[in-house]
C-alpha cells in the first residue's frame, strides 16, 4: 500500500503560479511512476503530467507551462505550474503505481482555482 497527501493548492490569479507537492509514504520502494491527474467540474479526469526514471510527459495543454519533478530521497513529487489560466480550474490528484500495467494509488486530491 502507498499513501499520497498532496499540498499546495489554492486561489490564484491568472498568469500566477502554484507549486503542488505530493508526499508518498507505505510501501514506497514499489514506485516507479508517479504523476499528477484534474478533473474540472463536469469533466473526465485527465493526465497532466507524469514522471519516471526515464522520462517525463506532458498534456499538451500543459506544456511550457507546468514541470514535474521528483525527489526520491524524500519520496514526493512536484508540479511546479506557471502562467496559469481559468481553464487549469480542477482538483489535482497525485498518482503512483508500479509501472503502466498496475492500477494507481490516489491522494484526496486538492483545489485549484484560477480566477480571470
Known amino acids: 500500500q502507498v499513501q499520497l497527501v498532496e499540498s499546495g493548492g489554492g486561489l490564484v490569479q491568472a498568469g500566477g503560479s502554484l507549486r503542488l507537492s505530493c508526499a508518498a509514504s507505505?510501501?514506497?520502494?514499489?514506485?516507479?511512476?508517479m504523476g499528477w491527474y484534474r478533473q474540472a467540474p463536469g469533466k473526465q479526469r485527465e493526465l497532466v503530467a507524469s514522471?519516471?526514471?526515464?522520462?517525463?510527459n506532458y498534456a499538451d495543454s500543459v506544456k511550457g507551462r507546468f514541470t514535474i519533478s521528483r525527489d526520491n530521497a524524500q519520496n514526493t513529487v512536484y508540479l511546479q505550474m506557471n502562467s496559469l489560466k481559468p481553464e487549469d480550474t480542477a482538483v489535482y490528484y497525485c498518482?503512483?503505481?508500479?509501472?503502466?500495467?498496475?492500477?494507481?494509488?490516489w491522494g484526496q486530491g486538492t483545489q485549484v482555482t484560477v480566477s480571470s
Open positions: 514522471i519516471s526514471s526515464r522520462s517525463t
Open positions: 498518482t503512483s503505481r508500479r509501472s503502466p500495467y498496475h492500477s494507481p494509488y
Open positions: 507505505g510501501s514506497t520502494f514499489s514506485i516507479n511512476i
